[in-house]
């Protein structure tokens, strides 16, 4: 990550320089890529006034997503795809660090597959010169719809047959998402060499969970196992393919990593 850090570093000193101020600096990397740690270390290294917003940090609780499971499809139980996620906050608070005013920052916890209560969120009083967005699909675009047609991987075979879920995500994503992503100003992909090292990247970070989670007193188990990783990350798939194709692209900056996360080149 010391090589991205460094990368990255350069490129978006050279965006705060030339303005807008503040900037809204996307980061689009799928799970396991290191989003967030190159996050931290732009907050860290820029010597700018900055915070942090993970998309992760926007996902509605389990009682909203069984609201979506039961009125359009049962796998938006599942917190990940377009839909699951409060965009109407994201929107709320990139618009209020535009206009210089103090924020609050959401949180998420994995473990219990909930949002921390408001009294845990983080509070930004001063203004900002730097908000990092940063998660698994910003900036993603939506898919033309005969590209759903046919399922990309068993979960899509078996449980979305008729291609309701996958549709449902993609007038998301084709929709409020965009509203979200139109407020970035700079864009910048960690580019994975492809889907089939994410089930492995995405191993590791709940192997570190369960480290977490024993150092806090709190039970590993609530960390999911290889099976169920194995699962979950096939809800990302189809979206996490198509933003590898095309993003890089369009975007301000791409960083093409190797299976072990290595710099390979940027463009």
Same mark, same amino acid.
């Given at each position: 990550? !010391? ?15 030339? &303005? ?10 799928s799970q396991g ?9 732009? *907050?860290?290294?820029? &010597?700018?006034?900055? *915070? ?19 009125? =359009?499809?049962?796998?938006?139980? !599942? ?52 908000? =990092?967005?940063? &998660? ?37 994503? *084709? ?12 864009? *910048? ?54 933003i590898l194709a ?17 710099? =390979?080149?940027? !463009?």
């Amino acid at each position: 990550m !010391t090589a991205s850090l460094e990368i990255v570093a350069r490129v978006a000193a050279g965006w705060l320089e030339a &303005g807008p101020r503040p900037l809204i600096l996307g980061i689009c990397g799928s799970q396991g890529s290191g989003k967030s740690t190159l996050a931290r270390g732009l *907050a860290a290294r820029l &010597g700018v006034r900055a *915070a942090i917003l993970s998309l992760d940090d926007l996902y509605l609780g389990k009682a909203a997503r069984a609201a979506l499971a039961r009125d =359009i499809h049962p796998l938006l139980a !599942t917190r990940g795809v377009p839909l699951t996620h409060d965009v109407a906050l994201g929107c709320a608070i990139l618009d209020a660090v535009k206009a210089g005013k103090p924020i609050r920052l959401p949180r998420f916890d994995k473990a219990s597959d909930e949002p921390l209560p408001e009294a845990q969120w983080e509070v930004v009083d001063s203004p900002l010169d730097l908000l =990092i967005l940063e &998660g698994w699909c910003v900036g993603a675009a939506a898919q033309a719809d005969a590209d759903l047609d046919a399922p990309v991987n068993d979960l899509e075979r078996a449980e979305d047959p008729g291609g309701i879920w996958r549709r449902a995500v993609n007038d998301a994503l *084709a929709g409020p998402y965009q509203a979200l992503f139109a407020r970035i100003d700079r864009l *910048a992909l960690l580019a994975a060499p492809g889907f089939e090292v994410v089930q492995g990247w995405r191993t590791q970070q709940e192997a570190e969970l369960r480290v977490t989670l024993a150092g806090q007193g709190r039970d590993p188990a609530l960390a999911m196992t290889d099976a169920q990783v194995a699962r979950f990350i096939q809800h990302y798939e189809r979206i996490t393919r198509a933003i590898l194709a095309e993003m890089p692209g369009r975007a301000d900056l791409t960083i093409n990593l190797d299976p072990e996360r290595h710099v =390979i080149d940027k !463009t």
